[in-house]
T-cell receptor, first 113, second 113 residues
């Protein structure tokens, strides 16, 4: 069983569309994250949720809205997609204190054309 | 603030060569340190970790030792294989409510047969 799974893995869409990426973890973790990896492979946190509560919200356009229906799911909705949103988006999860290992999903490759 | 500095890539080695990828960090507290690996077209996988000074993390022939005095966590492998070709990320995380990983910029490793 995949521990952190996200769908879709690949997404090609036009500018201006709205899209969602879904994430689920079956590790029983209490914290979930979204990270963005740009074209230069640089990774940066976007959001973090702990027990469905938002605890980290980095400087991200408000076109990006995370939603956590329960602590096993953290979905990412993106409105009015722009070319610069093309990236790989990673969902992740962890349990316990801040130094616990963070486990990543396989990534969602988003291309905006 | 917290930051991670990795040696610039790309790194190209012949099979069975010795690998070192340097990583140094700055942190406001006492971090845990990680190496993640991203194989071509895949997501992030935890390679190894260390949570306190002088700990050595190891996995798949890779090793890294947490050196508090030099704030370093260099990745080493005695004999690389073609299958080790990937991007390697050094990262840290700190305890506290703001649980997140701070990543280095990644080092692309290519191993030639």
């Amino acid at each position: 069983d995949t521990a952190v799974s996200q769908t879709p893995k690949y997404l090609v869409t036009q500018m201006g569309n709205d899209k969602s990426i879904k994430c689920e973890q079956n590790l029983g973790h209490d914290t979930m994250y979204w990270y963005k990896q740009d074209s230069k492979k640089f990774l940066k946190i976007m959001f973090s949720y702990n027990n469905k509560e938002l605890i980290i919200n980095e400087t991200v356009p408000n076109r990006f809205s995370p939603k956590s229906p329960d602590k096993a799911h953290l979905n990412l909705h993106i409105n009015s997609l722009e070319l610069g949103d093309s990236a790989v988006y990673f969902c992740a999860s962890s349990q316990g204190g801040g130094r616990d290992t963070i486990y990543f999903g396989e990534g969602s490759w988003l291309t905006v054309v | 603030g917290n930051s991670v500095t990795q040696m610039e890539g790309p790194v190209t080695l012949s099979e069975e060569a010795f690998l070192t990828i340097n990583c140094t960090y700055t942190a406001t507290g006492y971090p845990s340190l990680f190496w993640y690996v991203q194989y071509p077209g895949e997501g992030l996988q935890l390679l190894l970790k260390a949570t306190k000074a002088d700990d050595k993390g190891s996995n798949k022939g890779f090793e890294a030792t947490y050196r508090k005095e030099t704030t370093s966590f260099h990745l080493e492998k005695g004999s690389v294989q073609v299958s080790d070709s990937a991007v390697y990320f050094c990262a840290l995380t700190l305890s506290g409510s703001a649980r997140q990983l701070t990543f280095g910029s990644g080092t692309q490793l290519t191993v030639l047969p």
